[in-house]
């Protein structure tokens, strides 16, 4: 089981490796990853799972940041009523995710951008592409999909697929002015 205490954390070299493809059908090692990285992001999000077996909030993890250099992240977005009920939810296990295109307009989240493998604070804007078009195999669907996303979905899809190829989301922060606002890019 990943807890808190098993996700590398940066300074770690290993996050910064691109990942080997993983070959298709999922060996039994390969879905018994992707079972672990999809059981950290769900339970994470349960606040008596979280106490109970150390997880830190995420919507997301990679393989990489348990020190596992494959191609594989899931994904797992609530959205929510004025009452704090689940209204929809938006997840994947993306095995070999590509980005097919990217949209020129950016998009930036308010409060910056966190991760499970870093500790230390990296205020600063990470402008990403607001819309993105991604083709994976999906784990949990046990099929090839396409998908179009938008918003914090792209941004979210996007960190993850940098873990990838070894980036980090402050890789993506201007060192000169990390408070600049893109009068262009949507903030979110």
Same mark, same amino acid.
């Given at each position: 089981?990943?807890?808190?205490?098993?996700i590398?954390?940066?300074? &770690?070299?290993? !996050?910064?490796? @691109?990942?080997?493809?993983?070959?298709l059908p999922?060996s039994?090692?390969? *879905?018994?990853? #992707?079972?672990s990285?999809?059981e950290?992001v769900?339970?994470?999000t &349960?606040p008596? !799972?979280?106490q @109970?077996?150390?997880l830190q909030?995420?919507?997301g993890i990679?393989a990489p *940041?348990?020190g #596992?250099l494959k191609?594989?992240?899931?994904?797992?977005i609530y959205?929510?009523d004025?009452?704090?009920?689940i209204?929809n939810?938006?997840?994947?296990?993306l095995?070999?995710p590509?980005i097919?295109s990217?949209?020129a307009k950016?998009?930036?989240?308010?409060?910056?951008e966190g991760c499970?493998?870093i500790?230390?604070?990296?205020p600063g804007?990470?402008?990403?592409?607001h819309k993105?078009?991604?083709r994976?195999?999906?784990a949990?669907?046990k099929?090839?999909?396409?998908?179009?996303a938008?918003?914090?979905l792209?941004?979210?899809?996007?960190?993850e697929?940098d873990h990838?190829n070894?980036i980090?989301?402050?890789?993506h922060?201007?060192?000169t002015?990390?408070?600049?606002?893109?009068?262009?890019?949507?903030?979110?």
């Amino acid at each position: 089981m990943i807890t808190t205490d098993t996700i590398i954390k940066d300074p &770690n070299p290993l !996050l910064r490796q @691109k990942s080997e493809k993983i070959e298709l059908p999922l060996s039994q090692e390969d *879905q018994q990853l #992707v079972d672990s990285l999809y059981e950290y992001v769900v339970n994470s999000t &349960n606040p008596e !799972l979280a106490q @109970k077996y150390n997880l830190q909030p995420a919507v997301g993890i990679a393989a990489p *940041q348990i020190g #596992v250099l494959k191609q594989a992240c899931a994904i797992v977005i609530y959205d929510y009523d004025d009452e704090g009920e689940i209204t929809n939810t938006t997840q994947f296990v993306l095995i070999n995710p590509v980005i097919l295109s990217k949209s020129a307009k950016l998009a930036a989240l308010s409060e910056g951008e966190g991760c499970l493998s870093i500790k230390e604070p990296y205020p600063g804007y990470v402008y990403r592409s607001h819309k993105i078009k991604v083709r994976a195999y999906d784990a949990l669907t046990k099929e090839n999909i396409t998908i179009d996303a938008t918003g914090y979905l792209a941004i979210v899809m996007q960190h993850e697929i940098d873990h990838l190829n070894g980036i980090l989301f402050y890789d993506h922060i201007s060192k000169t002015e990390p408070d600049y606002i893109n009068p262009k890019a949507i903030i979110i």
